[in-house]
């Protein structure tokens, strides 16, 4: 089950300003392209049922993402904390490696590990959401402790942006 870890999620490539959104529920997976950021902040906001400012989530959306980073978005099950987690590549990778170790069919694409940035930075996009979409991964059996786990090492550059609601900021 993959709410323990994010309850929405969202994969976003700078460059076009193109968006993956993929939400799930305990039975299917549901995705949605956008290719706004305007937009998908807006979405974000009436997904929630909160009055989050959408100029709000852009500007830390703009920030934050970098060429060679994808951002999750996330919110707790609660829908208590919202956070923005900018994480690379190989962070995913990392992911990726320890849902095998868990003997967990997940497809890894067998690419040349130095093509050329762009060429790289597409197939990501397109295959991490190919690989967190398809129904050989059974998420009940990945052990996740909190949203944050698991952590890329230091050098990985994490980023974390708490985005609390209105109601919950007083």
């Not at 969202?10 to 939400?23: F, G, M, N, Q, R």
């Not at 997976?29 to 989530?57: D, M, Q």
């Not at 497809?107 to 040349?112: G, K, L, Q, Y």
Request: glycine share 2%; proline share 9%.
């Amino acid at each position: 089950m993959l709410q323990p870890f994010c309850h929405f999620l969202t994969l976003l490539c700078e460059d076009a300003a193109y968006a993956e959104v993929i939400s799930w529920d305990e039975r299917a997976s549901y995705k949605f392209t956008i290719r706004n950021r305007v937009v998908l902040a807006r979405l974000w906001a009436k997904f929630h049922g909160s009055s989050a400012n959408s100029k709000e989530i852009k500007k830390m959306l703009r920030d934050h993402v970098t060429r060679r980073n994808l951002v999750v978005v996330y919110s707790q099950p609660d829908k208590r904390c919202y956070g923005y987690q900018a994480v690379s590549l190989k962070w995913i990778q990392a992911m990726s490696d320890q849902m095998h170790n868990q003997k967990i069919k997940f497809p890894v694409d067998s690419t040349d590990p130095s093509p050329p940035p762009r060429k790289r930075k597409a197939a990501g996009v397109d295959g991490i959401a190919k690989k967190l979409r398809t129904k050989q991964v059974d998420l009940s059996m990945v052990k996740v402790e909190s949203p944050f786990h698991p952590l890329p090492p230091p050098s990985d550059a994490i980023m974390v942006f708490p985005y609390y609601p209105p109601a919950w900021r007083q």
